[in-house]
């Protein structure tokens, strides 16, 4: 892309090296790992910063996850881009899969299914993204994620089979 002459926004991030949790991944139960996270025991994800999600909750089944959009999320519609809304649905729906996980047991996505229901801007306000456990069996487990903005409205929905896998 071209340089305009407008005026230029930067933003700068860090994060903690993503190794050391996923070192931990099968070592810990999936809903250990994700309330060490939250409460500041472990670092989160570099994605998290990345898209800077503003919070985390977990409980066996359930995850919620936070994010104010932002201009840096936008695309060249002037709405929030689809990947970024895919991304909270992922997130959500995966860890709440993970939440159910056993010491020993990681898993995969398979696929996520996403419906995006209404545009969502920086006039959204605070987006909430509640990820739950629909089916979970031996092999594979189904979860959803409802993405709704500041005014409890419904903007995007998805859906995300996982694969178990068995961890050394």
């Known amino acids: 892309m071209t340089q305009t002459q407008e005026p230029v926004r930067s933003r700068t991030f860090t994060w903690a090296d993503p190794a050391a949790n996923a070192a931990l991944v099968g070592r810990r139960s999936g ?6 996270m939250i409460a500041g025991e472990l670092p989160p994800p570099p994605v998290m910063h990345l898209m800077d999600m ?7 089944g359930r995850v919620l996850v936070e994010l104010i959009p932002q201009e840096f999320h936008y695309n060249p519609l002037g709405t929030v881009h689809g990947g970024v809304i895919s991304a909270l649905l992922d997130t959500a729906a995966g860890c709440a899969v993970h939440t159910t ?8 996505s398979l696929d996520l299914n996403v419906k995006f ?14 990820g739950t456990v629909l089916q ?3 092999r594979t487990a189904l ?23 068995p961890l050394e």
Request: proline share 3%.
């Open 117 to 130: 229901l209404r545009p969502v801007t920086t006039a959204s306000g605070m987006l909430r993204c509640e």
């Open 31 to 36: 809903l250990d790992l994700l309330r060490a």
């Open 136 to 138: 979970r069996g031996r």
């Open 54 to 60: 503003t919070r985390m909750e977990a409980d066996e």
């Open 143 to 165: 979860g959803e994620a409802r993405l709704t903005d500041a005014k409890n409205r419904l903007v995007a929905h998805a859906t995300s089979s996982c694969l178990l896998l």
């Open 101 to 108: 996980l056993p010491t020993g047991v990681g898993y995969t």
